[in-house]
């Protein structure tokens, strides 16, 4: 015979404001197989929690239900609770009733009536719980770091510092992202180069740290604690193992205008490259599309160039298969494409530009070694437009959110110009300045204030050229008026977008991403670093937009996550994984195929002489994550997930 | 010779030269129309083998019977090119090892005999693709096409006035080779998901949960069809279930022995966004 104690939560107010919690707790008093039931203000409270071990040692209690909130929330509170007094941790559940009840119904007394139903129909449920134990599964003490910007890199010493084996992966020939591409950074000023290069080469120096660059993900399996990842080494041409660095090559090289990537199409590269006077490994890559060898054959000047005979045309992609325990996805963000917006004339007006295009700029490591000049002429300009919001917060042409470091950034712009280029005129087109952080507000009062940043509250409608000057022509809101003013260059604060490629990726490794492509975390306030996957963690902005200290506090965050686990040398699972029942399995192989996770195997199941007299379905308990896939497909109903078999869920239907 | 003869010879050979243990085949029924299955063992027995125009039911089902060929030992099997599809759905299920049977193939194109050549599922691989693209021969197309103008509260009442007359004898489950597992789901009762009485809810259940279990697997030879004893249109269910997995993931069951089940895999360039 069951005895259920029910324990019904007021949480504050939030479930009692609606549900009438005296009348629910005595109508389940009378259900049968309830030993106990009783109401408390909180039950998650160190009170709350002893009032519940009291009863299941007072009643003997078989069982436990907790009416409180989502299972998302405290589960893994009461049941810890319910462990130490004694009851299987899996013989206690969650009736929600504040999110799918008191929070989203407004008459208190159907509410109430809504409430009995959800908790009986929880409590037919645990009186067919089975007992069931963690499952142990070894984990393997290395991390991959996927992406070598700041937050990964970040991520990267972080877990080595504390011992522990790392492979950082990074797709361009160079480590750095975009940090290493912006000049000086908010709100203090300082040089991002020289905060940013010595951490990559202590990331490339580093005894625990395996850096591989001009590298790509091709594949993830397995699961937490026992990831088998392929990975993809492109290409280089370039000898890793012998090349100095010396640079001869490059400067040989005869196509020398490929509109360079680091340098947002301002600066030019060679075909063979290094992204940046300061790259990491300081090794060139052949870019094969634009090649003249690869091209047509002939030329092999870099070939002759190179001293100690690095160069090799021959060179194929190769493949490494790696043995890794944790993953922390650290692959940034990318700028959004401004010809979106044909009015502000990007890509038609040369000197119509982004954010980050003046951020080379003004770079000391840029094209015009941080001289502020226009791309057409090479003028210094002496008015600069910024528009801020270029896509950020626009619905209808743009992306609906808000990308965070555009206020920063363009307000630090309006700083470096006035810095660098005197009496120079800055105005900017704003819709609210968004400057909550450290010392941020401060740092826009500096600019307007101390630098004369001209800020103007409104839209612009059109940018366009006449007798030499990109006209703008906006609204300054609270003057209530049109404006008109005559620029010699125009900065866009373009929004923040995921990588193009970021769904295929999340794909690829198996975590969830938002309508925009960043990557969903698992609880957005509780388990913000943690992705959906069990054992694959996010840092920097591939998750939202962030600014450099979000990213790196991310990437420490993340870090953290992935010392806990490796912290022990076995990790417990939750036991809700799929059983197949062997004497009903038809072997139809189906749930093979289904299985996300390819947890389930082909087992011969043999008579006395060793012959095989029947194949069927076996799950892997180390690699089935539970989904339930296989249940839903399986015809013959052999398969079952513990914890929510068949029968219980029938029951909890039926106590409806 | 006729093609019965011709038949009747090869059947003889396999079973003299031991290349087979059993012929399943076609012998005489009740009247001069029905035609009931028969297992031949011995060469001394294809004179009894008939080959006409009555012969319609599908033996494919025949070869799954528990422990027929778990001596590895080869049976040969008339089967029209529904039978074959039927026998590369069982392979692709694991159900059997098309190498251990050999197909006496053969197609009645409105009404006429005609044979087919090749004795293995490979054999038959150009027929099978041809089939896929060419419009069904389905009986009671009218029936089909007033079915679909129908709103769907009249498709609903259609439905439910036709699974009233549902007994639940599940002649259906039993004639169809698709129907091979140990346990069904509806002889399941810890839980009962379905219910076995006989009435509205219970026949619902039964007749969707069959569906389901055979859209992109059914091939649509109609044994559930002739064998219902109350003359529900299954194959119409079976057609509609036939034409959405073909327009919605161009799936036609049974074109191979490796076919993937089209419930069971899951492709990254699927229309649906969870598909991680």
């Known amino acids: 015979m069951s005895k259920i104690g029910v324990f019904i939560c007021h949480c504050g107010e939030n479930i009692a404001a609606k549900v009438d919690c005296t009348r629910l707790a005595s109508a389940l008093g009378d259900h049968p197989g309830v030993a106990s039931s009783i109401e408390y203000k909180y039950f998650c409270s160190d009170p709350g929690q002893e009032s519940v071990k009291k009863a299941i040692r007072d009643n003997n209690l078989t069982g436990v239900v907790v009416a409180a909130c989502s299972p998302r929330m405290h589960e893994a509170t009461f049941r810890k609770a319910c462990a130490e007094a004694g009851l299987n941790p899996y013989m206690c559940e969650i009736a929600n009733i504040r999110e799918q009840c008191s929070w989203v119904h407004n008459d208190g007394e159907k509410a109430t009536d809504k409430a009995i139903d959800i908790v009986r129909s929880m409590v037919e449920k645990v009186k067919r719980n089975n007992t069931l134990q963690p499952i142990e599964v070894p984990v393997t003490r290395r991390a991959l770091v996927i992406g070598g910007g700041i937050a990964g890199i970040q991520a990267a010493l972080d877990i080595a510092n504390a011992g522990q084996e790392v492979v950082l992966v990074e797709r361009e020939p160079s480590l750095g992202g975009h940090m290493a591409q912006l000049s000086e950074t908010f709100p203090t000023l300082d040089c991002s180069q020289c905060i940013m290069t010595p951490r990559m080469v202590e990331a490339a120096q580093h ?171 090479g003028k210094e300009p002496e008015t600069v437009v910024f528009i801020q919001c270029a896509g950020s917060r626009d619905p209808s042409k743009g992306v609906k959110y808000c990308s965070k470091i555009c206020c920063m950034y363009t307000a630090k712009h309006a700083m470096l110009y006035a810095h660098k280029v005197h009496g120079g005129k800055s105005r900017i087109f704003y819709m609210d300045i968004r400057a909550a952080g450290k010392g941020y507000d401060e740092f826009t009062r500096r600019a307007i204030e101390e630098d004369e940043a001209g800020y103007l509250r409104g839209r612009v409608s059109k940018v366009w050229l006449e007798n030499g000057k990109l006209m703008v022509r906006g609204v300054d809101t609270l003057l209530g008026k049109p404006v008109e003013i005559a620029a010699d260059m125009v900065v866009l604060a373009t929004a923040m977008i995921a990588q193009p490629d970021a769904k295929e990726f999340a794909k690829t490794i198996g975590i969830g991403y938002d309508e925009y492509g960043f990557f969903n975390e698992a609880h957005l306030k509780l388990r913000p670093v943690e992705s959906s996957t069990a054992g694959i963690y996010l840092a920097g902005a591939c998750q939202s937009p962030k600014d450099i200290p979000d990213s790196v506090a991310q990437a420490s965050a993340s870090a953290a996550k992935v010392l806990a686990l490796f912290s022990k040398e076995k990790l417990e699972r939750e036991p809700v994984i799929a059983v197949n029942n062997e004497s009903t399995c038809a072997g139809c192989w189906g749930c093979v195929l289904a299985c996300p996770y390819d947890a389930i195997e082909k087992k011969d199941i043999k008579d006395r002489s060793g012959k095989v007299i029947k194949r069927v379905a076996s799950v892997n308990p180390g690699l089935c994550q539970g989904c339930g896939t296989c249940v839903t497909f399986c015809r013959s109903n052999s398969i079952d997930l513990a914890g929510f078999t068949e029968k219980q869920i029938f029951a909890e239907v039926m106590g409806l | 010779m006729s093609i019965e003869q011709q038949y009747r010879t090869r059947a003889k050979e396999l079973l003299s030269a031991g290349e087979v243990k059993m012929v399943i085949g076609y012998g005489a029924g009740t009247t001069a129309e029905r035609r009931r299955p028969i297992f031949i063992t011995s060469p001394d027995e294809t004179e009894r083998l008939v080959l006409d125009s009555a012969c319609i039911a599908n033996l494919s089902g025949y070869l799954v019977t528990e422990g027929l060929l778990s001596d590895e030992k080869r049976v040969a099997v008339f089967l029209r090119p529904e039978g074959i599809r039927a026998l590369n759905v069982l392979a692709a299920e694991a159900q059997l090892d098309p190498l251990q049977v050999v197909i006496i193939g053969f197609d009645l194109p409105k009404g006429e005999l005609k044979s087919l050549q090749g004795s293995s599922v490979d054999d038959f691989t150009d027929l099978l693709g041809a089939l896929k693209e060419s419009t069904p021969d389905v009986d009671g197309r009218e029936l089909l096409e007033k079915i679909e103008k129908m709103s769907p509260e009249e498709r609903f009442a259609f439905w439910q006035e036709e699974f009233s007359k549902c007994i639940k004898c599940y002649a259906c489950r039993q004639a169809c080779p698709m129907c091979y597992c140990r346990r069904c789901i509806v002889d399941s009762n810890q839980p009962q998901w379905v219910n076995t009485s006989s009435h509205t809810l219970g026949n619902f259940e039964w007749n969707i949960v069959r569906a389901f279990h055979l859209s992109g697997r059914c091939v649509e030879c109609g044994n559930c069809d002739r064998a219902c004893p109350v003359n529900i249109p299954l194959r119409l269910i079976n057609r509609k279930m036939a034409q959405e997995v073909l327009d919605s993931f161009n799936h036609f069951a049974g074109t191979s022995k490796t076919q993937e089940p089209v419930l069971a895999s899951f492709k990254k360039d699927d229309s649906e966004t969870f598909i991680l």
């Open chain 1, 207 to 377: 005894p625990k740290i395996r850096l591989l660059t001009y590298a790509e993900i091709e594949s993830v399996d397995g699961y937490i604690g026992n990831f088998q990842v392929k990975v993809r080494l492109k290409a280089r041409y370039v000898n890793k193992s012998t090349c100095t660095g010396c640079g001869e090559c490059i400067t040989k090289c005869p196509s020398k205008k490929i509109a360079s990537e680091f340098d947002c199409g301002i600066g030019r590269r060679t075909a063979i490259y290094t992204p940046f006077a300061q790259a990491v490994p300081n090794i060139p890559v052949i870019d094969k599309n634009n090649c003249t060898y690869f091209k047509n054959g002939k030329c092999k000047i870099c070939v002759k160039s190179c001293p100690l005979d690095c160069i090799d045309f021959e060179m194929q992609d190769e493949f490494e298969d790696l043995e890794i325990g944790a993953i922390v996805v650290a692959t940034g963000f990318q700028v959004q494409n401004n010809a979106l917006y044909g009015e502000y004339g990007y890509g038609k007006y040369q000197d119509v530009i982004n954010g980050l295009q003046f951020e080379r700029l003004a770079s000391a490591s840029g094209p015009t070694a941080g001289k502020i000049q226009r791309p057409s002429d």
